[in-house]
């Protein structure tokens, strides 16, 4: 007979926890080299997540810094390839420079959300680069024939870890002309002697390649202008590249799990509203197609995992609320209806299958799941967000796009199973304060009316989709048509439509809508967001 184990204290989270995990957080940070804690050093997106918020809501500039001096410090730094691109799994040192050489399909997807978060932020393009390498090489490395995402590549080859990517300075040498070697060789820290070795063993010439500095000043010191050395850089990486490619790769672990597509899937749909690049929906979308055609059972429960045209192992509570997730951002960058419906019946199984309804919260497996003995609930957040704060997020998302606020209970009801919990250590469950940030409000819904091939409805679109507004939600509403099924699923939509012919904006809280705009600025300010809304 299974017990029930249960983790956490019922009541609500105090206001002054949002100070105590700032102050929790800024006490391990790095002010040296970005990042939290010393060696080894983790990404901890989550974190940034966090803080960007606190920054929004509150101008804490301090929060803000974090963010960016850890995300600029980790794409300098080994931890991240700077040849094939994509991250390590960490760094075994305080600076970022010498990576555990695994890579894991949930750490391209966290970070490069990460990294579009920033971007829509700071309107900086630098993270904007960041997130379209990760992109690049999950596309390029780490997707199946069918579009799912694989697992993960390992450390080693040829029983060597690192050796797919370790340089001797030889080896750069012959890949490349003269000049660029020279380039390559002093951006990238490269010595003879090798500054790369094993557990205390002696250099052996291989090479990590790390900049120490950002490539502003490398080029000042050059006397030219970082973009022209930017691109040299980039003609010898694509070189660097294509002598890699040469080599044994690590071995690849192909299994499609649930779980880490969904995070990957609401990575793409992000960027892709970020970037307004359709391609990334694309990709999104494929890889969200394949697990809802082939990773569920007859009765629409997830499998864990897909392998080999087998699809086994029940899923879990992160199966389903990392899948909603990614449904949900892709609903918001293709808005075809089905995304929305399909996250919907998943939310619902949840609930089906793991809510508890004597302490509230969700637990890990399914009543019944098949070995074992206790089932454990989980709000900690380790190397991927807990279940439970995904799906408190989820369900306040979907309260929001749908009207229907038995969702926004659901969450509610989540947040306080955990609060005593989360109270006593809140720097532990940054993804569950993500949660309460979007719950603590204002969050509003958008409306958006028009024709989507027209010019004024993807300029509207795109402006909404490149701004950084956590606590909001987008609806799109085809105009010309009467009763689109998007009113089907969110009622409040049914009496608008569009004025004066042409795209129209209404910015609504808690459904009162503000008068309707015409006027991409006035939406935009409407949610706070000043500026030039062009891309």
Request: net charge neutral; charged share 30%; proline share 3%.
């Given at each position: 007979k299974q017990s029930d184990a249960h983790s956490g204290s019922r009541g609500e989270v105090s206001p002054d926890v949002y100070d105590r995990i700032v102050a929790s957080i800024s006490g391990q940070y790095d002010p040296v080299h970005g990042g939290f804690g010393d060696a080894p050093k983790f990404p901890t997106p989550h974190n940034y997540y966090f803080l960007l918020r606190r920054w929004l809501r509150t101008g804490d500039e301090r929060a803000?810094?974090?963010?960016?001096?850890?995300?600029?410090?980790?794409?300098?730094?080994?931890?991240?390839?700077?040849?094939?691109?994509?991250?390590?799994?960490?760094?075994?040192?305080?600076?970022?420079?010498?990576?555990?050489?695994?890579?894991?399909?949930?750490?391209?997807?966290?970070?490069?959300?990460?990294?579009?978060?920033?971007?829509?932020?700071?309107?900086?393009?630098?993270?904007?680069?960041?997130?379209?390498?990760?992109?690049?090489?999950?596309?390029?490395?780490?997707?199946?024939?069918e579009g799912a995402f694989y697992a993960a590549e390992d450390a080693d080859s040829e029983g060597v870890e690192g050796k797919f990517y370790l340089w001797t300075e030889g080896e750069i040498r012959e890949a490349l002309a003269d000049d660029e070697a020279r380039l390559i060789i002093d951006v990238f820290n490269v010595e003879a002697e090798g500054n790369f070795a094993q557990a205390a063993g002696e250099p052996n010439g291989a090479n990590v390649l790390y900049m120490d500095r950002p490539?502003?000043?490398?080029?000042?010191?050059?006397?030219?202008?970082?973009?022209?050395?930017?691109?040299?850089?980039?003609?010898?990486?694509k070189k660097l590249?294509?002598?890699?490619?040469?080599?044994?790769?690590?071995?690849?672990?192909?299994?499609?799990?649930?779980?880490?597509?969904?995070?990957?899937?609401?990575?793409?749909?992000?960027?892709?509203?970020?970037?307004?690049?359709?391609?990334?929906?694309?990709?999104?979308?494929?890889?969200?197609?394949?697990?809802?055609?082939?990773?569920r059972d007859g009765d629409g429960r997830l499998y864990h995992r897909h392998r080999d045209g087998e699809a086994a192992v029940a899923g879990f509570l992160d199966d389903y609320a990392f899948l909603t997730w990614g449904l949900l951002e892709l609903y918001e960058a293709t808005f075809d209806v089905r995304y929305l419906k399909a996250a919907l019946e998943l939310a619902r199984t949840t609930v089906d299958l793991f809510w508890d309804e004597r302490n509230g919260g969700f637990f890990y497996a399914a009543a019944g799941a098949e070995g074992l003995i206790v089932r454990r609930k989980e709000v900690y957040d380790g190397a991927v967000p807990s279940g439970n704060a995904v799906a408190a997020l989820n369900f306040?998302?979907?309260?929001?796009?749908?009207?229907?606020?038995?969702?926004?209970?659901?969450?509610?009801?989540?947040?306080?199973?955990?609060?005593?919990?989360?109270?006593?250590?809140?720097?532990?469950?940054?993804?569950?304060?993500?949660?309460?940030?979007?719950?603590?409000?204002?969050?509003r819904e958008v409306v958006v009316v028009g024709d989507p091939a027209a010019d004024d409805t993807r300029e509207m679109l795109r402006a909404l989709g490149g701004a950084y507004v956590p606590g909001a939600v987008v609806v799109f509403r085809p105009a010309g048509d009467d009763e689109p099924e998007i009113v089907e699923l969110a009622e409040y939509t049914r009496g608008l439509s569009q004025v004066s012919g042409r795209a129209t904006a209404y910015v609504c809280e808690r459904?009162?809508?503000?008068?309707?705009t015409n006027d991409v600025r006035e939406m935009l300010a409407s949610l706070g967001v000043e500026g030039d809304p062009s891309p």
């Open positions: 803000l810094k974090m963010v960016e001096e850890s995300l600029r410090a980790m794409r300098r730094g080994g931890v991240f390839d700077h040849v094939g691109f994509g991250f390590h799994r960490y760094a075994t040192d305080a600076a970022w420079r010498v990576p555990h050489f695994e890579k894991m399909l949930y750490d391209q997807a966290l970070l490069a959300t990460a990294y579009v978060e920033a971007y829509q932020a700071t309107g900086d393009q630098r993270y904007e680069e960041v997130a379209r390498e990760v992109f690049t090489y999950v596309l390029r490395d780490m997707t199946s024939p490539l502003s000043e490398v080029a000042a010191e050059r006397g030219v202008a970082e973009d022209e050395l930017r691109g040299r850089l980039e003609a010898a990486r590249f294509r002598a890699r490619e040469g080599r044994v790769r690590p071995g690849r672990d192909d299994k499609i799990l649930t779980d880490w597509n969904g995070l990957m899937v609401a990575a793409l749909a992000k960027g892709a509203r970020a970037f307004d690049e359709p391609a990334y929906a694309d990709a999104a979308a494929r890889a969200a197609d394949f697990i809802l055609a082939n990773v306040l998302r979907l309260a929001r796009l749908t009207g229907d606020t038995s969702w926004e209970e659901k969450a509610a009801a989540t947040t306080r199973a955990f609060s005593g919990t989360v109270a006593k250590a809140p720097a532990s469950f940054t993804f569950m304060m993500t949660a309460l940030e979007f719950a603590l409000g204002p969050s459904f009162s809508c503000r008068a309707p």
